[in-house]
């Protein structure tokens, strides 16, 4: 399966991608039992943890990237990360000694109230080096133990690697090794606790000039737009991997051949033009990160010599010869793209709401210790709510792709 | 009702009303006035009282705007152009960048984000801004700005962000997070003041309530209180320049790279900050930088005035909003050894327009000085509801202040400017284009500037009077380039200017690890004669680190260090403990021969593990005998049980030769029993030679301690002293604290006996309530009678107060006062002490009440009763006649409150209330003072192990103990080792019920006062340097040795500080007069009387001033111990450096009731420099 994942993107639409998908798999394989992970109808899930978590938020592709995975079911997700967090919850803590950051962080996730959650620590952590290591694991053994209430099921995500941004910026070298540590020692943690864990730190693969590769993050330590676009990748494929590959192809008699990733009939006109009534199993991802990898790719073998385009409702979205067509074209775009954008949207908006809702601002004011003057504000944290459902009711029809027609139009005068 | 009618007498409708609402009505029925108000003031002008917002016309607005003689003042923009600017920043075009949020305080749910970031842009150079772009949108909260040559930063919320405009179209094409994780506790706190450095960093604030964690290529970065962030983007190193203050909405740098920091809720204006600085409200620093401008509350902004435009006498101010008072303050800053004084100037716009809310400046590419008015009748969101209807969303103006025919400065070419241009413009007399210049500099790369550079510097005239100048800027730029110009940096240090010095050192501290010869360039710096060039070296050595480093910052320690000087060299010495502390224990003169640089560095540190060095110094006898009090006082605090028992016992013997410094010993001896509970053995005769060797002080302290340490065998020796009738009385009540401290059956049967029926009343009083701290149960019926016996003049509070830390003794009081009758003015003190508990006393609240028979009172106003109230104020109430009530000491406000720095500071100053507070907010304070209570003074509860609860405000913090203030002003010292928890209580020390015995009338006199305070007219406290505290002298209870000194000793004994006088605190009314006629006289042999004042002034600088009254008629002066001859309304005196005390006595007959004031006055050409000491 591993193998045919890698010969089966036979196209030199993106050499990274391969480079990328192949090491997905070693990622996901190195100490892995999770092979059956699932998000299960009516889970809630929950992120805890740094600045990646956090941040994601801005982007959206994570939870994208999960919610089009099982399009079926009703998943609720909920992001409680906090920039500059550690394992005890340290930034947390608000006016209170740092310990009590722990306390608050209990109860962000008795907040989130999730069945499952996602925990992802140890990128700041790892500037102690091996002299910190120990502590490090040991705190997050606790954590482990004080998020593990029984019926929750946990996922570790590693660190993300470190991209050397050039001078003056720090090399990443020494900090490189040292994510290397804690993410050995993590994925042995998450092994000892028959714990799911991505490694993000040996899949992700920073900016190479050699090999041609993009930026993918703003400042050596933080992923960009891109960098979490392939993280959402890494992370739905460690987890629950599954052939994001969508083909359709036609043999010689024009019956269908495979049908990969999608439900699909055709029928032909007096015209010849062929006409394609699809449903895709998911919404395609791309175009996240920029790349169209996920798109339908498209094969007819019985088409006459000639030019054809394809054609979505009246708008054309590729042309080709009858050998290209004979080849397989790949889509640059297809329909559900932007449902897919449109998705990430709504997701996104969701999330802020939720930020303001969770973390408002004023915090003294409303829940902290002034709050005997300004307590009444917090009557506002409710009335997020309708909010939050209202984009979540986008969502739940958003991530279910729509049935959508395609025609594949001789060119009048083509030749080729 | 006649609007114009303000006299009670020439308003025959109020007096009837009073009658209605006399002192009994309003005590007991609140809500009778009400009633009976309502048949006089329609409910229409009440409710117009409530949402009283000024006229938002520009125009209008600006004719209320009165600027300095010699300016203007013009609109350069507007709403709806713009609303809700907070922040401001000019582009190196020219353009005005300005953050707004009209979503401030608080997002609505639902809402989505939609502040703004505008660019405005004056294409015809008319001085009116007429074209607008929205440059980014979306954002939230926005509270700062700052446009570099490569893109736009924005503080917003949680993040700090960068846009880029490549096409510059004004409008943001990308987007990405710097720094994400600043917190968001309270809005107006959020990152703020986005400055540029001149060496090619960027400088921003967040403020007090702000806990922020960022992560960094470098690792994390820490702040959770206010300070100031440098953030060198190129290589994203962060670190905090420095701490503290409570909303330090202004930074600025000056021509020579120091900086200054003003304050939106502090009280000490304009601060001088460095690398490292600390100021108020830092967590866990033992010491702090004072402000300098002590007094002066609420500012925000900050900017230098420079550039040619304004006039000479106006170059180098600082600028900064008094957005509360509705004007913008200047202020001179000064040398004064290695800081500055900033004495205040004339005011640069004043306004009577509420909603004038000047917040941040900016000095203009045009030279003019552009003001960012945020505009609203509301200032707040802790104290004012977030949703508050009078809160302003959409208003907002850009003012221009120009000085009158002067011409503008050219605006300079920059962004298209070449390096050999950009270099010329590094000597503009324009601060604005110089650092622009700069910027360019930095973002077009060293290759195509360091050369340029070389060649520009070399080519300058050694000779021009400006050369220092002008080669620190070029090493500024060398610095933003990341190639520091080590040969400039060798010229500034060979300056004759000691500001370029200071410059060349602080160009070290950049990065010291990577300079050749960094040592020699510190040798150069320590042994220079100006101190902030030694400041400036000790900033370089904090950041290079080592025992190097600490052994030759100990070299500058002197014994006459000038405070920030101090404060330097103590966080050196403390940061580089690590460093010093097992090499100082291998070598204790590792820093010199002078002990005391040692027990300098020790005391940076304050911990048991530094004291070794001292200790075997000690032990081997190499102490100086001058140094031996303090040496024993600091082994006392910090040592173990074998190093205090041998403290112990050479005090003792220095006691017993009557060598100095016995006092100071026993002191620390003290504080090491409370907070470490480490005690010394010490025997009962020990406790006896030291009661018969010692100085009165010495003794009372030995009288405590003897409990303290639980000597075996004192009770009897305490119980003697108590007993004794002459035993002076702070000895007795130290005995009694000696008893209870003791803890033992038989110091527990000694108190019984001592609270006896048999005792005279004063001992019953002091044995009680030592009874009730040890027995409190037991004490109960002692303390109901002596309760019960208690007359007004004697002090029950220690009575009760054992019973306010435990509410089940709180309780089982109760139940003992049942039946029982108290002293109504005795109930009534008492009864204050609750306004701060936060325990649950309420049932024994209910008994003294009963007892005394004070009647319950419920203050609180309902909206409309407010509305009615405010109304009835604004046509009745009279600020003259409220003054004088604020100053009753029956209400206590002057003893809790300052007014320009002047009186108490239990409570906010409040300089500027009337300016800032809607009326009902006042209102509301008075009446129930738990309702909002003020950033910085909320009470923090204890609850002790024991399970007893202790409540005040922090004064201070340190790993072992707190200290707290209680409502009483007292220091309570707390070992961390007896506290079980630690929160931050809802109440306010502002016991409820103070205005109860006013009459309706004088409540609204009082109130109108209070918002008086600030606004323009009588009640602005003037920036003029005024005496406002004083000192004087009373009949201290009617002691009679007190008056045989002052009938018979000559006059001068008057100045001598005989420990026997008390002087007592007394104010200036906010005009600076003092009412001389409330100073009580004392009688001399012979029938004259005589009153005695006192004042300080704080001299940084000796030299001649001057003193002037505005009527010295039938004063004697005294300058310390000296007379000065010849007082006249202009007096000179020259004083040497240090705090100086005066002396004034005037014979009652001459003197009579004219009120007095003294303001300070420099003298041309005279080198002082002279500071009034106010406060408490």
Same mark, same amino acid.
């Given at each position: 399966? +591993?193998?045919?994942?890698?010969?089966?993107?036979?196209?030199?639409?993106?050499?990274?991608?391969?480079? !990328?998908?192949?090491?997905?798999?070693?990622?996901?394989?190195?100490?892995?039992?999770?092979?059956? =992970?699932?998000?299960?109808?009516?889970?809630?899930?929950?992120?805890?943890?740094?600045?990646?978590?956090?941040?994601?938020?801005?982007?959206?592709?994570?939870?994208?990237?999960?919610?089009?995975?099982?399009?079926?079911?009703?998943?609720?997700? +909920?992001?409680?990360?906090?920039?500059?967090? #550690?394992? @005890?919850?340290?930034?947390?803590?608000? =006016?209170?000694?740092?310990?009590?950051?722990?306390? #608050?962080?209990?109860?962000?996730?008795?907040?989130?109230?999730?069945?499952?959650?996602f925990l992802s620590y140890g990128a700041m952590a790892a500037f102690a080096g091996e002299s910190g290591l120990d502590d490090f694991i040991q705190s997050y053994s606790k954590l482990i133990e004080t998020v593990d209430t029984g019926n929750r099921r946990l996922v570790i995500v590693s660190p993300t690697p470190r991209e050397a941004m050039g001078h003056p910026m720090p090399d990443p070298k020494a900090q490189n090794q040292n994510l290397k540590f804690y993410t050995d020692a993590l994925r042995s943690l998450a092994s000892r606790h028959d714990i799911p864990f991505v490694d993000l730190f040996n899949t992700l693969v920073p900016r190479s000039v050699a090999r041609g590769t993009r930026a993918i993050t703003d400042n050596g330590i933080h992923l960009n737009d891109y960098g979490y676009a392939q993280a959402a990748e890494r992370i739905v494929q460690a987890l629950a991997e599954h052939s994001t590959v969508k083909r359709l192809s036609l043999d010689k008699e024009g019956r269908i051949e495979e049908a990969k990733g999608l439900r699909a009939s055709v029928s032909k006109n007096s015209k010849g033009d062929l006409g394609f009534e699809l449903k895709d199993e998911r919404l395609s991802l791309s175009p996240l990160g920029g790349d169209h990898s996920q798109n339908l790719e498209l094969a007819v073998a019985n088409l006459p010599r000639g030019e054809y385009r394809l054609e979505y409702e009246g708008k054309v979205i590729a042309t080709g010869s009858a050998q290209k067509w004979k080849r397989g074209i790949q889509l640059a775009w297809e329909p559900s793209n932007d449902q897919a954008e449109q998705l990430r949207a709504a997701i996104n908006r969701k999330n802020e709401h939720f930020f303001h809702q969770w973390r408002p601002q004023n915090e003294t004011y409303i829940r902290g210790f002034r709050k005997h003057e300004q307590g009444q504000n917090a009557a506002d944290l409710p009335k997020f709510d309708p909010f939050i459902k209202a984009e979540e009711m986008k969502i739940a029809k958003l991530k279910k792709p729509e049935a959508y027609k395609l025609t594949l139009t001789r060119v009048k005068g083509g030749e080729g | 009702m006649s609007r114009s009618c303000n006299g009670r007498a020439a308003c025959p409708q109020a007096t009837a009303e009073l009658d209605v609402t006399s002192t009994a009505a309003w005590n007991k029925q609140p809500y009778l006035f009400v009633v009976a108000a309502l048949v006089f003031v329609s409910s229409s002008w009440a409710q117009r009282a409530l949402t009283d917002i000024p006229n938002p016309d520009p125009a209008y607005q600006q004719s209320l705007l009165k600027p300095a003689e010699g300016f203007e003042v013009s609109l350069f923009a507007s709403d709806p152009m713009i609303a809700k600017p907070i922040a401001m920043s000019f582009d190196a075009k020219g353009r005005l960048w300005v953050a707004t949020s009209e979503t401030y305080p608080q997002i609505m749910p639902g809402q989505t984000p939609s502040d703004k970031v505008y660019r405005l842009e004056d294409t015809d150079g008319d001085g009116k801004a007429d074209k607008r772009t929205v440059f980014a949108d979306g954002l939230l909260t926005p509270t700062a700005i700052l446009v570099m040559p490569e893109g736009v930063y924005v503080g917003n919320s949680t993040e700090l962000l960068f846009f880029e405009d490549k096409d510059d179209d004004g409008v943001a094409d990308n987007k990405r997070v710097v720094l994400s994780g600043f917190g968001t506790e309270d809005t107006h706190h959020i990152v703020h003041t986005l400055r540029a450095g001149p060496a090619g960093r960027i400088y921003f604030n967040q403020s007090i309530y702000i806990h922020s964690y960022l992560e960094t290529p470098h690792g994390i970065r820490e702040l959770k209180a206010g300070g100031v962030w440098r953030l060198r983007p190129e290589t994203m190193e962060l670190d905090v320049y420095s701490r503290g203050l409570v909303n330090t909405w202004g930074f600025q740098f000056d021509n020579w790279g120091q900086t200054f920091q003003s304050d939106g809720a502090g009280s000490e204006g304009i601060s001088h900050s460095f690398p490292g600085a600390a100021f108020r409200t830092t967590h866990g620093y033992d010491r702090i930088l004072p402000g300098l401008n002590p007094g002066q509350p609420k500012m925000s902004g900050l900017e230098i005035i420079s550039g040619r435009h304004f006039p000479e006498e106006w170059q180098g101010r600082i600028i900064t909003c008094d957005f509360r008072g509705n004007r913008i303050n200047a202020f001179k800053p000064v040398d004064s050894n290695s800081g500055f004084i900033a004495p205040q100037q004339e005011d640069l716009v004043t306004s009577t327009h509420g909603s004038f809310r000047p917040i941040d400046l900016q000095m203009g590419p045009d030279g003019a000085l552009y003001v960012a008015d945020w505009y609203n009748p509301i200032i707040q969101h802790g104290e004012v509801d977030f949703r508050d209807e009078r809160r302003d969303h959409t208003h907002g103006r850009i003012w221009r202040i120009t000085a009158k025919d002067r011409a503008l400065v050219k605006k300079p070419t920059i962004k298209d400017a070449s390096v050999s241009e950009l270099l010329k413009h590094l000597i503009a007399p324009e601060a604005w284009t110089r650092t622009q210049a700069k910027l360019f500099l930095k973002d077009r790369g060293a290759d195509a500037v360091v050369r340029p550079l070389k060649n520009w510097v070399r080519s300058l005239d050694a000779s021009d009077s400006q050369i220092d100048a002008y080669r620190l800027e070029a090493l500024w730029v060398s610095l933003s380039l990341m190639k520091p110009d080590i040969g400039l940096i060798d010229q500034l240090l060979s300056s004759n200017d000691f500001h370029a010095r200071a410059a060349a050192v602080r160009a070290l501290e950049e990065h010291p690890e990577r300079i050749d010869g960094i040592y020699d360039f510190m040798e150069r710096a320590l042994a220079d004669e100006h101190p902030r060039v030694q400041l400036e070296a000790l900033h370089v050595l904090r950041a290079l680190g080592g025992v190097r480093a600490a052994s030759l910052a100990s070299q500058v320690y002197s014994e006459s260090m000038d405070e920030a000087f101090e404060f330097g060299l103590w966080t050196t010495m403390k940061i580089l403990a690590p460093d010093w502390q097992s090499a100082a224990v291998k070598n204790p003169r590792l820093f010199g021969s002078d002990t005391r640089a040692l027990l300098f560095a020790i005391r940076s540190v304050n911990q048991p593990e530094a004291l070794e060095p001292l200790d075997v110094l000690w032990k081997s006898g190499e102490i100086e005998e001058a140094v031996m009090p303090d040496a024993l006082e600091l082994l006392g605090e910090l040592g173990d049980a074998a190093i205090v028992t041998d403290v112990f016992q050479e005090t003792l013997s220095r006691a017993e030769r009557s060598l100095p410094g016995v006092l100071k010993v026993l002191k620390a001896l003290e504080q090491s029993a409370t907070k470490r509970k480490v005690v010394p053995e010490a025997t009962a005769s020990d406790i006896e030679i030291l009661l018969?060797?010692?100085?009165?002080?010495?003794?009372? !302290?030995? !009288?405590?301690?003897?409990?303290?340490?639980?000597?075996?065998?004192?009770?009897?020796?305490?119980?003697?002293?108590?007993?004794?009738?002459?035993?002076?009385?702070?000895?007795?009540?130290?005995?009694?604290?000696?008893?209870?401290?003791?803890?033992?059956?038989?110091?527990?049967?000694?108190?019984? +006996?001592?609270? @006896?029926?048999n005792q005279p009343f004063s001992t019953r009083l002091r044995a009680a309530a030592g009874y009730a701290q040890s027995s409190p149960k037991a004490a109960i019926p002692m303390v109901v009678a002596a309760l019960s016996d208690a007359g007004p003049k004697d002090d029950a509070r220690p009575l009760i107060r054992p019973y306010l830390s435990n509410g089940r003794m709180a309780d089982a009081l109760a139940k003992g006062l049942s039946g029982i009758t108290i002293d109504g003015d005795v109930a009534t003190v008492g009864l204050r002490l609750f306004g701060s508990v936060t325990t649950n006393t309420k049932l024994l609240q209910a008994a003294m009440q009963k007892a005394g028979g004070i009647e319950p009172l419920n203050q609180a106003l309902d909206t409309e009763q407010m509305a009615d109230f405010i109304g009835y104020t604004h046509a009745n109430g009279d600020a003259a006649r409220g003054e004088a009530i604020y100053r009753r000491d029956s209400l206590l406000c002057i003893t809790c409150h300052a007014l320009g720095g002047s009186g108490g500071s239990l409570g906010p100053d409040l300089t500027s209330i009337g300016a800032s507070a809607p009326m009902d907010y006042i209102v509301d304070s008075l009446l129930q003072p738990q309702k909002k209570i003020k950033e910085g003074y909320h009470v923090v509860s204890l609850t002790k192990k024991d399970g007893s609860v202790l409540a005040g405000t922090l004064v201070k913090e340190d790993s072992e103990s707190f200290v707290l203030r209680d409502m009483a002003d007292q220091r309570i010292l707390v070992a961390k080792s007896d506290v079980a928890s630690q929160t931050i209580s809802p109440v306010?020390?502002?016991?409820?019920?103070?205005?109860?015995?006013?009459?309706?009338?004088?409540?609204?006199?009082?109130?109108?006062?209070?918002?008086?305070?600030?606004?323009?007219?009588?009640?602005?406290?003037?920036?003029?340097?005024?005496?406002?505290?004083?000192?004087?002298l009373d009949d201290q209870d009617g002691s009679r040795a007190f008056a045989d000194i002052v009938r018979h000793k000559p006059i001068e004994h008057m100045v001598t500080d005989d420990p026997r006088f008390?002087?007592?605190?007394?104010? !200036?009314?906010?005009?600076?007069?003092?009412?001389?006629?409330?100073?009580?006289?004392? +009688?001399?042999?012979?029938?004259?009387?005589?009153?005695?004042?006192?004042?300080?002034?704080?001299?940084?600088?000796?030299?001649?001033?001057?003193?002037?009254? #505005?009527?010295?008629?039938?004063?004697?002066?005294?300058?310390?111990?000296?007379?000065?001859?010849?007082?006249?309304?202009?007096?000179?005196?020259?004083?040497?450096? @240090?705090?100086?005390?005066f002396t004034l006595a005037a014979l009652r007959g001459d003197r009579s009731n004219r009120d007095l004031s003294i303001e300070i006055f420099e003298i041309p050409g005279s080198s002082a420099q002279v500071q009034v000491v106010n406060g408490k």
């Open positions: 399966m +591993r193998l045919k994942c890698c010969l089966s993107l036979r196209h030199s639409f993106a050499r990274f991608f391969l480079v !990328a998908s192949c090491l997905v798999s070693l990622g996901a394989q190195v100490g892995r039992s999770q092979s059956s =992970f699932e998000l299960k109808d009516g889970d809630r899930v929950a992120f805890l943890g740094d600045t990646f978590v956090e941040r994601a938020i801005r982007y959206g592709h994570i939870e994208t990237a999960l919610t089009a995975r099982w399009p079926d079911r009703e998943i609720v997700f +909920r992001n409680i990360g906090w920039s500059g967090d #550690n394992v @005890g919850g340290r930034a947390r803590a608000f =006016f209170d000694p740092v310990d009590a950051g722990f306390e #608050n962080l209990k109860n962000h996730v008795q907040l989130a109230d999730p069945s499952v959650v | 018969k060797k010692g100085d009165l002080e010495s003794r009372i !302290a030995i !009288a405590r301690l003897s409990g303290a340490w639980k000597v075996k065998g004192v009770v009897g020796t305490l119980e003697t002293l108590v007993k004794d009738l002459n035993t002076d009385t702070k000895l007795s009540l130290a005995a009694v604290e000696g008893l209870v401290s003791l803890d033992s059956s038989e110091s527990k049967s000694a108190l019984l +006996r001592l609270g @006896g029926s306010s020390l502002m016991p409820p019920g103070l205005t109860a015995p006013l009459r309706k009338d004088e409540l609204a006199d009082l109130v109108t006062f209070l918002s008086s305070i600030g606004k323009e007219g009588d009640y602005k406290v003037s920036s003029k340097p005024v005496v406002r505290t004083f000192r004087y008390v002087w007592l605190a007394a104010y !200036a009314r906010i005009d600076g007069l003092l009412p001389v006629a409330e100073i009580p006289s004392l +009688r001399r042999a012979g029938e004259q009387q005589y009153r005695y004042f006192q004042f300080d002034l704080d001299v940084k600088s000796a030299g001649k001033i001057g003193l002037r009254f #505005n009527d010295a008629d039938g004063f004697r002066l005294w300058s310390g111990q000296e007379e000065v001859e010849g007082v006249e309304n202009e007096t000179r005196v020259v004083l040497g450096e @240090g705090k100086q005390t």
